[in-house]
Antibody, heavy 123, light 105 residues
Framework: ELQLLESGGGVVQPGGSLRLSCAASGFTFSRYSMSWVRQAPGKGLEWVSAITGSGGSTYYADSVKGRFTISREDSSNTLYLQINSLRAEDTAIYYC????????????????WGQGTVVTVSS | SYVLTQPPSVSVAPGQTARITCGGFNVGTKSLHWYQQKPGQAPVLVLYDDTGRPSGIPERFSGSNSGTLTISRVEAGDEADYYCHVWDSASDQGVFGPGTKVTVL
């Protein structure tokens, strides 16, 4: 069964940092681009970042550029999101998502989603 | 940055047809994807590349190249928020629409 399991969320003070993880199983992780998508309380979906299967290319939303870093460790089938300089507006559920096509450059649909991990930024 | 628009809400009686539009500059030239999200759950892909249907998604869900998601023979279980999504190649960023809440009367 294809599965994504996020972890690492929590309550953090403004300016703090967290490292989110997403453990993948049931597919050849290294062959697929992956993304992070977040959803603030009561709001819509916001794409955050993507990384290609090779890890050679990374992409970021303007709202997180310079503060968030996406990475992957194919040997352990794990996707990461390092989030720094946290702000109140970063409070959200963070989902990791698998891209649909093998070896895509990141522009395709997200066909598998995790259940999300909650990040709360509060003093 | 690229912007997608969706109607905030659509109401439909059971057995009828719901149509949700997704607008944006030249959206017909982009590959459009649609997700269904029920309260407290992660999103689920219902259409990819305008008209593709993942396995397990009923044929009642269909799409067009002009940015419309159509749900035929609507059922109570279709009540959810629906989001459209594209990749903006000009900025190399993903973009989601604001979402449409489908209410089954």
């Amino acid at each position: 069964e294809l599965q994504l399991l996020e972890s690492g969320g929590g309550v953090v003070q403004p300016g703090g940092s967290l490292r989110l993880s997403c453990a993948a199983s049931g597919f050849t992780f290294s062959r697929y681009s992956m993304s992070w998508v977040r959803q603030a309380p009561g709001k819509g979906l916001e794409w955050v970042s993507a990384i290609t299967g090779s890890g050679g290319s990374t992409y970021y939303a303007d709202s997180v550029k310079g503060r968030f870093t996406i990475s992957r460790e194919d040997s352990s089938n794990t996707l990461y999101l390092q989030i720094n300089s946290l702000r109140a507006e970063d409070t959200a559920i963070y989902y990791c998502a698998k891209h649909h096509y093998e070896t895509s450059e990141g522009a395709d649909a997200f066909d598998i989603w995790g259940q999300g991990t909650v990040v709360t930024v509060s003093s | 940055s690229y912007v997608l628009t969706q109607p905030p809400s659509v109401s439909v009686a059971p057995g009828q047809t719901a149509r949700i539009t997704c607008g944006g500059f030249n959206v017909g030239t982009k590959s459009l994807h649609w997700y269904q999200q029920k309260p407290g759950q992660a999103p689920v892909l219902v259409l990819y590349d305008d008209t593709g249907r993942p396995s397990g998604i009923p044929e009642r869900f269909s799409g067009s190249n002009s940015g419309t998601l159509t749900i035929s023979r609507v059922e109570a279980g279709d009540e959810a928020d629906y989001y459209c999504h594209v990749w903006d190649s000009a900025s190399d960023q993903g973009v989601f629409g604001p979402g449409t809440k489908v209410t089954v009367l």
